[in-house]
């Protein structure tokens, strides 16, 4: 028995896999029970998921694997933690809070914003960043390619994508 979001593939005989991404990010215990047989015979394993509650716990499902938070905007999640967002394009995001996420950007870093700093109606707003240990400003410009970071210590403007990108 599993959960509708949980499935199992058969990898060959005597062999299978069990993957899936919960549809809801509330921490919760799912219970699954998994059944070998011969025909004749059975084995049953039964395993408890604990599921941690999720950055996106509370989103409003838009179907297909859309989501939208009212303080951090549009995004699709994956079957891992890779989230393409409407506004940082394809981030790892991470996070066991519902009002803040970490995500990685690629060529970037680590990043943090939360439900106060950040404002996804304008997508934008400020978001902190692990390798420099300081506090940016992301406008997002309406398009990626003219998405920026404000670096308060250098009074300058970056783009979100290293050159080349």
Same mark, same amino acid.
Not at 21 to 44: F, H, K, L, Q, Y
Not at 118 to 143: C, I, P, Q, S
């Given at each position: 028995?599993?959960?509708?979001?949980?499935?199992?593939?058969?990898?060959?005989? #005597?062999?299978?896999?069990?993957?899936?991404?919960?549809?809801?990010?509330?921490?919760?215990?799912?219970?699954?029970?998994?059944?070998?047989?011969? +025909?004749?015979?059975?084995?049953?394993?039964?395993?408890?998921?604990? @599921?941690?509650?999720?950055?996106?716990?509370?989103?409003?499902? &838009?179907?297909?694997?859309? *989501?939208?938070?009212?303080?951090?905007?549009?995004?699709? @999640?994956?079957?891992?933690?890779?989230?393409?967002?409407?506004?940082?394009?394809?981030?790892?995001?991470?996070?066991?809070?519902?009002?803040?996420?970490?995500?990685?950007?690629? +060529?970037?870093?680590?990043?943090?914003?939360?439900?106060?700093? *950040?404002?996804?109606?304008? #997508?934008? +707003?400020?978001?902190?960043?692990?390798?420099?240990?300081? *506090?940016?400003?992301?406008?997002?410009? #309406?398009?990626?390619?003219?998405?920026? &970071?404000?670096?308060?210590?250098?009074?300058?403007?970056?783009?979100?994508?290293?050159? +080349?990108?």
């Amino acid at each position: 028995s599993l959960p509708s979001w949980l499935k199992l593939e058969r990898r060959g005989r #005597g062999y299978a896999t069990v993957s899936g991404t919960p549809t809801s990010g509330t921490g919760s215990t799912e219970t699954i029970v998994i059944v070998a047989t011969d +025909g004749e015979n059975e084995s049953r394993l039964t395993y408890d998921l604990t @599921l941690s509650p999720a950055w996106w716990s509370a989103a409003e499902s &838009l179907g297909a694997a859309k *989501w939208r938070r009212n303080w951090f905007g549009h995004f699709s @999640l994956t079957g891992s933690s890779w989230t393409y967002h409407e506004h940082f394009g394809w981030i790892f995001a991470e996070g066991d809070r519902s009002d803040s996420v970490w995500f990685w950007l690629e +060529g970037r870093g680590w990043f943090w914003t939360d439900s106060t700093r *950040w404002d996804a109606t304008k #997508g934008e +707003g400020h978001v902190y960043r692990t390798d420099e240990a300081a *506090w940016l400003y992301f406008r997002h410009n #309406g398009a990626m390619d003219k998405a920026k &970071l404000y670096r308060y210590s250098t009074s300058e403007w970056l783009p979100l994508l290293p050159e +080349g990108e």
